[in-house]
């Protein structure tokens, strides 16, 4: 990975189905009032992103060519979890649930020319191993889900050459308010920036030597996926 500039972009996602208010974009606006820290020497810009496939697809192309961030780090809601969740690796394939819109992909595909996995620069083993915030577990995953932010996700890999990370959050609560969720998002990319600014990983590198936290999802009709 190649940081491009001073600029952070960190977004989230908009409501869709039951949740009229998604705990994925209260994070981000708590992060904002927080900022990434003083000694980062970074600007921070949030964006809301809709959970709709078409539009993902324009905005996070011109996310990549108008702003050149350092790092882009998209905040998704699982609303079966029960930990911080950060997501590996994006996928090409297996889109094949409506969005907001009722729009699918066609033939399931984010890019139908794209490998199948797309890993992020970021190593989301060592920053879950790194980073501690009181009162929630941060764990890591390989299987993003399927839907919307995975598909994001993977465009945002492609587009920024790695540098680009997706973070899953459980429902705000009484015990997980928003303002905890945007510590702990700061917190976490602060120590996603580190990584960054490392020499990149060698081709083919897999973090399968440890334990990784099992896909949770939520089940519609016959298929799973985690949500926004």
């Given at each position: 990975?190649?940081?491009?500039?001073?600029?952070?972009?960190?977004?989230?996602?908009?409501?869709?189905?039951?949740?009229?208010?998604?705990?994925?974009?209260?994070?981000?606006?708590?992060?904002?009032?927080?900022?990434?820290?003083?000694?980062?020497?970074?600007?921070?810009?949030?964006?809301?992103?809709?959970?709709?496939?078409?539009?993902?697809?324009?905005?996070?192309?011109?996310?990549?060519?108008?702003?050149?961030?350092?790092?882009?780090?998209?905040?998704?809601?699982?609303?079966?979890?029960?930990?911080?969740?950060?997501?590996?690796?994006?996928?090409?394939?297996?889109?094949?649930?409506?969005?907001?819109?009722?729009?699918?992909?066609?033939?399931?595909?984010?890019?139908?020319?794209?490998?199948?996995?797309?890993?992020?620069?970021?190593?989301?083993?060592?920053?879950?191993?790194?980073?501690?915030?009181?009162?929630?577990?941060?764990?890591?995953?390989?299987?993003?889900?399927?839907?919307?932010?995975?598909?994001?996700?993977?465009?945002?890999?492609?587009?920024?050459?790695?540098?680009?990370?997706?973070?899953?959050?459980?429902?705000?609560?009484?015990?997980?308010?928003?303002?905890?969720?945007?510590?702990?998002?700061?917190?976490?990319?602060?120590?996603?920036?580190?990584?960054?600014?490392?020499?990149?990983?060698?081709a083919g590198f897999a973090e399968n030597s440890a334990p990784v936290l099992p896909a949770t999802r939520v089940?519609?009709?016959?298929?799973?996926?985690?949500?926004?």
């Amino acid at each position: 990975m190649e940081p491009q500039s001073g600029c952070v972009v960190v977004t989230g996602f908009g409501p869709f189905r039951q949740h009229l208010v998604n705990s994925s974009w209260e994070a981000v606006k708590e992060l904002s009032k927080l900022g990434l820290g003083s000694d980062t020497g970074v600007q921070l810009r949030t964006l809301q992103l809709p959970v709709d496939y078409r539009e993902v697809k324009q905005r996070v192309t011109r996310i990549w060519e108008d702003l050149q961030p350092q790092l882009t780090v998209h905040v998704g809601l699982d609303a079966a979890a029960k930990a911080i969740v950060l997501e590996q690796c994006g996928k090409n394939r297996g889109y094949h649930d409506a969005d907001i819109r009722g729009f699918r992909p066609e033939h399931g595909v984010c890019l139908p020319d794209g490998p199948e996995v797309i890993e992020s620069g970021v190593s989301m083993k060592a920053v879950s191993r790194r980073v501690a915030v009181e009162g929630v577990e941060v764990a890591f995953s390989r299987d993003a889900g399927r839907y919307v932010c995975d598909y994001t996700y993977y465009l945002s890999l492609h587009h920024g050459n790695g540098c680009a990370a997706l973070i899953h959050v459980p429902p705000s609560s009484p015990w997980l308010p928003a303002s905890l969720l945007g510590k702990a998002l700061q917190l976490i990319i602060q120590e996603m920036m580190e990584e960054v600014r490392k020499p990149p990983r060698s081709a083919g590198f897999a973090e399968n030597s440890a334990p990784v936290l099992p896909a949770t999802r939520v089940q519609w009709g016959d298929r799973s996926f985690r949500e926004n």
